[in-house]
């Protein structure tokens, strides 16, 4: 069996390849999870301009 992703010595276990996989993948997974929280930080700041201009024009316009 090949290991997934990675290169494996002769000397190490295959619990220890899994474990070095498992480890590679959580560090890939949460530089992924950071830039999204990123995008959704900055799509959220943006709403809410968005709304608090709409406010300010719709009472701009009653006034």
Do not use: V
């Not at 276990?13 to 993948?25: H, I, M, N, V």
């Not at 990123?38 to 700041?45: D, E, I, K, S, V």
Request: charged share 25%; net charge positive; hydrophobic share 35%.
């Amino acid at each position: 069996m090949i290991p997934p992703f990675g290169y494996c010595s002769g000397s190490e276990s295959g619990t220890g390849a899994l474990r070095r996989y498992q480890e590679r993948k959580l560090r890939m997974m949460s530089f992924w999870r950071d830039g999204i929280e990123r995008q959704l930080a900055a799509l959220n700041a943006a709403i809410s301009t968005l709304e608090q201009q709409m406010h300010r024009d719709q009472a701009d316009h009653q006034g």
